[in-house]
């Protein structure tokens, strides 16, 4: 599904904020936009949404901050190597306005904070943002559940449309061979006129034709199809493999039925559970 999730948190003067933005995707993708400091957990992060999202385009931000920042010391080395680049740099452009202590203050590396206090504080904050992650997905899974029973009411109402279409589908089907049966007949009796018509080659060439009319096991075969995707719908684990795959079965058995039809009525009908399959199979892409 499509969706957004935001949590965020804070403890002990850390504060941490979470985003979480999923798209429609039939493989699991997974990026993430974390501080700096909390870059080597990225492969955790990633271990806790697969614990919830199984499909889909994921994309992860996390924003931290806190009270009390590291205190920094100004490291000689680092200015006087600034410096002297610095220097050489004006020389060679020939700018005449000297350097000030000023310009050197605003390049960032000069600061250097004590490693041991950056990994403390880098692991209170990833404490405070497994916490925000989990609010979350949390959040996103209450989303995904309610879309997710809204999808299956929509399904349901297209599958029964379908089933009626398929009743139909068999009755005129039915039908159609005491109607050929008739029509041979007539066709046949024009081409001899008065020859006497051969009742026993009549009736092979009627049952050959009914048995290229006949849909009866396309549409048991689809009917199945639906009894198991309708069993599908109920379950609590991802199936949305398991519904494409019968999607595509029910979509070869109507175009086999279209195929047998050549009758217009049965041919608008299956025209008809193709739609309603597409708009399933769109629906479908949403759920895992």
């Known amino acids: 599904m499509t969706a957004l999730s935001t949590a965020s948190l804070s403890e002990q003067g850390i504060r941490a904020t979470v985003e979480i933005r999923t798209v429609n995707g039939r493989y699991l993708e997974i990026s993430c936009r974390l501080p700096k400091q909390l870059s080597h957990k990225e492969i955790e992060l990633r271990e806790l949404v697969r614990g919830t999202i199984n499909r889909g385009t994921v994309q992860v931000t996390v924003k931290t901050d806190s009270d009390s920042p590291l205190a920094s010391t100004l490291s000689l080395e680092r200015i006087e190597a600034y410096w002297q680049q610095l220097e050489k740099l004006r020389k060679k452009l020939k700018v005449s306005t000297p350097l000030s202590l000023g310009d050197l203050l605003r390049i960032p590396d000069i600061y250097t904070t004590d490693d ?6 880098a692991e209170r904050e990833w404490k ?22 809204e999808l299956a009411k929509d399904i349901r109402t297209r599958i029964k449309t379908i089933e009626e279409r398929l009743d139909r589908i068999e009755e005129r089907s039915m039908q159609r061979v005491p109607e050929e049966r008739e029509r041979l007949r007539a066709r046949i ?11 026993q080659r009549l009736q092979l060439e009627i049952l050959l034709l009914a048995d290229k009319l006949d849909c009866s096991e396309e549409i048991v075969r689809l009917r199945s199809h639906i009894k198991f995707f309708l069993e599908a719908l109920k379950s609590t684990e991802p199936v949305g493999r398991q519904l494409n795959f019968l999607l595509q079965e029910m979509h070869r058995e109507i175009n086999t ?3 047998k039809a050549n009758d217009a009525e049965i041919s608008q ?9 597409e708009r399933i199979r769109e629906q479908v892409q949403n759920i895992e």
């Open 116 to 121: 041991a206090a950056l990994l403390e504080l």
């Open 269 to 277: 009908l299956v025209v008809s559970v193709k739609e309603e399959l």
């Open 128 to 149: 405070v943002v497994v916490k925000a992650l989990r609010a979350a997905l949390a959040s996103l899974d209450t989303m995904r559940k309610n879309e997710g029973k």
């Open 257 to 259: 039925i279209g195929s």
């Open 189 to 199: 009796a024009q081409l001899f006129e008065s020859d006497e018509i051969d009742e």
